[in-house]
Each structure stands twice: as C-alpha cells, then as structure tokens.
C-alpha cells in the first residue's frame, strides 16, 4: 500500500524522518513530497494557495492509481487540509485519510488566517505563540532543530478556503490521531455543531487514536504515530 505523508506547516517532507521506518519495517511504500514553496526559504511563494498543494496531492495520487488501486492520505496539521481536499478531489482512489493532529477542514474555512505574514511568507511565530498543550514533550533541543529547519508557509495556503464538492468524500474512512485532544472531546465538538468540526459528522466511518503528546508528535512520539498509522492501514 503507497502512504502520502503530508507534513504541517514550515515542515518539509523530511520531517517525517523519524515515522517512516517504522511504515516500511511494516510493508507499506512512504512519499514524503515537499510541496510547492516548501523546499527552501528562497523558493517564490507569492503563488501557492492551498489549492495549488492539494493538485500536486492528487496528481500524485494519480500517478500511484494508474492498475486502479489505492492510497492512504497523512496529513499533520494545515497538511489535514491539504489531503481533505486531495480526498474530495479523488474519493475513490484514497482507501483512508489520517489526521495527525488535525481534521477534516470544511468547505469555506481556511487553516489559519490568524497567522502574521511578511509578504507572501508566514515565518514560523515566535514558541510564545503557541499553547502549553502545542509545545509539549517538544525538547528545547528540538526547538531550537524546529527553527533551523523552519521555512516559511505561504501565506495563500494559510488563508485560502477550503473548496469542497463532491460528498462521496464522505464514504472515505478517517483516522484522528489525537495528540492535543481526545476521542471525548471531538464527539463533543461534533455535537454542539463547531464549525472546525463539521465534516467529521457526515463522515460515515470516523477512528479517533490518542497519543497524548505535544503538536509535533512525529518528533515527540515517532514510533507510537508510525504505530497508530500502520494499525489504522490495517
């Protein structure tokens, strides 16, 4: 089975460095692409949108379904909505999306409109920015790697909304890893109808796996996110 691991903002693929033996000691074939933008602090961003990484998702999947098979999706965090939109672009050819906490992002919301841009580029803020819950278990050492390696999101991806349309997304089976929330407090998002939350409750097959860890579990917790991976693969 060919699994796309989509990394998070500011993250090439490399970031997945450390989830990825654990995938191929258990069979499945890893890509890890840095999308458009991504590959260097020099690379032109003033372009890229959020649907600009969701075509380059799908025409790779594309080029692993030419015998009719199909994928399974990784996304961690804003790379949720990049494999969401690959999922509703191309439903039948994903056989699983998984979230690396992150979700499903609705049609008409962007990742994160909030984050401060210089130009066409978001830096990666300053770690006061973020949350005790975000910055747990994440070692100063690997802070300190984090920004050395940081490159900017481009700020299209960041703000652009989501665009959704086709509802056998739907019929596509999700994993939640969880890592900065738990299984009771997504069916409680769900229930009281959270905008964040809106497309998990027409998904008709929904796994939630918990890791309790920081934002950046395949840093943290790399062999439990290689685990709760394979074992959503089956």
């Not at 959020?50 to 379904?65: F, G, Q, S």
Request: aromatic content about 6%; overall charge negative.
């Amino acid at each position: 089975m060919d699994v796309i691991l989509i990394a998070g903002f500011w993250l090439t693929g490399e970031s997945w460095s450390e989830v990825a033996p654990g995938l191929r000691s258990a069979g499945l074939t890893v890509h890890t692409p840095t999308l458009e933008g991504m590959s260097s602090v020099d690379d032109d961003r003033s372009g890229v949108t959020l649907a600009t990484h969701i075509a380059e998702v799908v025409a790779l999947v594309d080029e692993l379904t030419t015998d009719g098979g199909q994928v399974v999706l990784v996304g961690h965090s804003g790379g949720g909505a990049v494999i969401h939109g690959a999922v509703d672009a191309r439903p039948g050819k994903v056989a699983r999306a998984i979230y690396v906490d992150s979700w499903p992002t609705a049609h008409g919301m962007a990742i994160n409109e909030a984050l401060e841009a210089e130009g066409s580029d978001v830096p990666l803020p300053d770690w006061s920015s973020f949350g005790d819950t975000d910055l747990f278990d994440l070692t100063d050492e690997q802070r300190e790697w984090f920004r050395s390696v940081a490159v900017p999101q481009p700020v299209g991806v960041a703000r652009s909304p989501q665009q959704l349309s086709d509802t056998a997304r739907f019929d596509v089976p999700i994993t939640l890893i969880a890592t900065t929330f738990t299984k009771e407090e997504v069916s409680e998002y769900v229930g009281s109808g959270h905008p964040m939350f809106a497309e998990i409750g027409s998904i008709r097959s929904v796994d939630v796996v918990e890791i309790p860890t920081g934002h950046w579990p395949q840093f943290t917790r790399p062999a439990e996110v290689a685990g709760a991976i394979v074992g959503a693969v089956g």
